[in-house]
Structure formats: C-alpha cells, structure tokens
C-alpha cells in the first residue's frame, strides 16, 4: 500500500474471501480521493495496513462506495465513478492453498 493510505474498511465476500479498503490520506480541495481495494483472506485483528503493504490493489476508484459480492472464488464488483486502475487477477493463500478470484468489474462512468 502506498505510504499515506488509511484503512477504511473490511468486508466478508464469501468463506475464503474478504474485502479491504483504504483512502489516500494526503490529498486537498485539488486532489479527488483515490480508493484502493484488496482481496485477502480474513486477517483477524492484525495490523490491516501492515499486511496490506504485502499485497496490490485490483481495483483504484475514486468512489468509495461499490457493491461488492462473491460466490466461490468469483467477485462481482459494481461501481459508478472513475476507474483510475483494474486487474481481474489476484492470487493469496488461505491455510496454504492458493485462492485465485475470478474477478468481473461493471463499471459506469459518471461526469465529474
């Protein structure tokens, strides 16, 4: 994770896959905010930002709000707003046994 991003959020996808959010924490009247969004595996109450600096967003947004679910190992993310970058791959273990989400985007842009 970027040096000035804070934790936001944690959500529960589906057993073996979570949601994490985080903000970039240094931007101004001329800066938008830049969302970051990770799938990990539920790291209990462990420093979330420590572990993050472990792994890279799939998805950055502007919006902080998007509807998130998963069935298995497929994410279906919807969002409205800007996209600033996306990957449909991840891969991180749970127990040792690598969890590879398929990961679609539906993405409705907005004039900002």
């Known amino acids: 994770t970027p ?3 804070i934790f936001v959020s944690k959500k529960k996808l589906s057993d073996s ?3 994490y959010v985080t903000k970039y924490d240094e931007g101004n009247a001329s800066v938008s905010d830049i969302y970051r969004f990770y799938l990990d595996k ?3 109450n462990i420093d979330v930002m420590q572990k993050l600096k472990e792994r890279s967003p799939f ?4 919006p902080r709000t998007i509807v998130a679910s998963a069935y ?3 994410v279906n993310i919807k969002i409205t707003g800007k996209v600033y970058s996306f990957t ?6 749970v127990d040792g046994i690598a969890v590879m ?5 539906v993405a409705n842009g ?3």
Do not use: A
């Not at 998805?59 to 502007?62: D, K, P, S, V």
């Not at 449909?88 to 273990?93: A, I, Q, V």
């Open 110 to 112: 907005t004039r900002d």
């Open 72 to 74: 298995g190992n497929t």
């Open 42 to 44: 539920d790291n209990g």
């Open 17 to 19: 896959i979570w949601l």
């Open 101 to 105: 989400p398929i990961i679609n985007l």
């Open 3 to 5: 040096p000035h991003d």
């Open 59 to 62: 998805l950055e947004t502007n």
């Open 88 to 93: 449909n791959s991840d891969l991180f273990y």
